[in-house]
């Protein structure tokens, strides 16, 4: 069979070329947060394109949440951190289209979590990380009956344990699978409830700290295998009370 190169290859648009020109200034530091790009007309000399390439290339950053455009007298495009909720939502996306469950993320956590307590617990300098541990559960322990509040606080501290490991990887793929059960289980969170319903939920969230409390105790005491088997067996239980009868149900992003 004939060799055809244009069966093979897609040549890219200038406006894709320049868009990956300006995001490894960004990923390499040479621009930074808060950095304003040229005004239009010296970008479009500098880098020799259109107005609508240029224009093309900036939605394009937009979309990855590495720019955003400033409107007014001093407006235009600076440089942003990227969202952490734009990556969970686009994942999102992907797992609801592979029909995949709330337990199927839920089970990621829990071969997550469990192993970072470990890790912790068996490293020689984990006094920072411990620190962090304690201030985030205390911020979660007073803001028990505040039901906006609490759920932030309680995923900081899971979050906190997978930061303790110093693993990016790890730290940005649980923070995308924190926001997308969140996002899922907590959608009702800020309607009134009745008063009984609102103290059960107390005690629930005082039970939260508490297990908090009780895996520090582990991870100050260096007990690496007690610290990933209470993780383990908490996560199991947090899963049977937080996903309830939507356990099997495919992520379901809101509009």
């Known amino acids: 069979m004939a060799y055809e190169p244009s069966a093979q290859f897609r040549v890219p648009k200038a406006a894709e070329l320049l868009a ?3 995001r490894g ?16 007309n010296e970008l479009m000399e500098r880098f020799g394109v259109s107005r609508p390439t240029l224009r093309e290339a900036i939605r394009v950053l937009e979309m990855e949440s590495l720019l955003r455009m400033r409107r007014g007298s001093r407006g235009g495009a600076l440089v942003t951190a990227p969202d952490p909720r734009v990556a969970a939502r686009a994942v999102g996306v992907f797992l609801q289209l592979r029909q995949v469950s709330l337990r199927d ?12 307590a470990r890790h912790i617990a068996e490293s020689p300098d984990a006094r920072p990380v411990l620190e962090t541990l304690h201030q985030r559960n205390e911020a979660a322990r007073a803001s028990v009956r505040d039901f906006r509040e609490f759920p932030r606080h309680s995923w900081s501290f899971h979050k906190g344990l997978v930061e303790g490991t110093r693993n990016q990887t790890l730290t940005v793929l649980v923070q995308t699978i924190a ?9 009702g969170y800020t309607r009134p409830a009745p008063p009984a319903e609102a103290e059960e939920q107390v005690q629930l969230n005082l039970g939260s700290v508490r297990a908090n409390d009780e895996l520090l105790k582990l991870l100050e005491s260096q007990d690496a295998g007690g610290a ?26 809101p509009d």
């Open 105 to 116: 993320i839920h089970e990621a956590r829990t071969m997550i979590e469990p192993m970072a």
């Open 25 to 40: 200034q960004i990923l390499r530091s040479e621009l930074k947060e808060g950095d304003a790009l040229p005004p239009e």
């Open 228 to 253: 990933e088997a209470y993780w383990t067996k908490h996560l199991a239980a947090v899963g049977a009370m937080l996903l309830g009868p939507d356990a099997d149900a495919v992520v379901d992003l």
């Open 179 to 187: 926001d997308i059960i969140e996002s899922q289980v907590t959608r």
């Open 20 to 22: 990956a020109r300006i």
